[in-house]
Nanobody, 124 residues
Framework: QVQLVESGGGLVQTGGSLRLSCAASGGTFSRYYMGWFRQAPGKEREFVAVIGWSGIYKKYADSVLGRFTISRDNAKNTVYLQMNGLKPVDTAVYYC?????????????????WGQGIQVTVSS
């Protein structure tokens, strides 16, 4: 089971940028699909982005397409989420997740390992 630790969250104004990082340990990082999810107060956890083993396959939620970029560095066992053009609706706890499979997925129940989450707050 891989362990995941997120960092890089915080408070930013509308239109600003943040880069989240997720460091993995305890597993073969290069064989995991890595995803980012978020959960706003009173709402269900939702998919944000996913990246495949090599970094070539990427998929985004429509709500972040064109503003967020997911990437990974397998040498550093780290996945990133660059968030630009942030809006107040992006305010949420962001979670990093890992999926040990040859198939991509975007549902929360398809990911077996989760980080503790990190707060991102966008002020208007």
């Amino acid at each position: 089971q891989v362990q995941l630790v997120e960092s890089g969250g915080g408070l930013v104004q509308t239109g600003g940028s943040l880069r989240l990082s997720c460091a993995a340990s305890g597993g073969t990082f290069s064989r995991y699909y890595m995803g980012w999810f978020r959960q706003a107060p009173g709402k269900e956890r939702e998919f944000v982005a996913v990246i495949g083993w090599s970094g070539i396959y990427k998929k985004y939620a429509d709500s972040v397409l064109g503003r967020f970029t997911i990437s990974r560095d397998n040498a550093k066992n780290t996945v990133y989420l660059q968030m630009n053009g942030l809006k107040p609706v992006d305010t949420a706890v962001y979670y990093c997740a890992a999926r040990s499979s040859v198939l991509a997925a975007t549902s929360t129940d398809a990911f077996g390992s989760w980080g503790q989450g990190i707060q991102v707050t966008v002020s208007s």
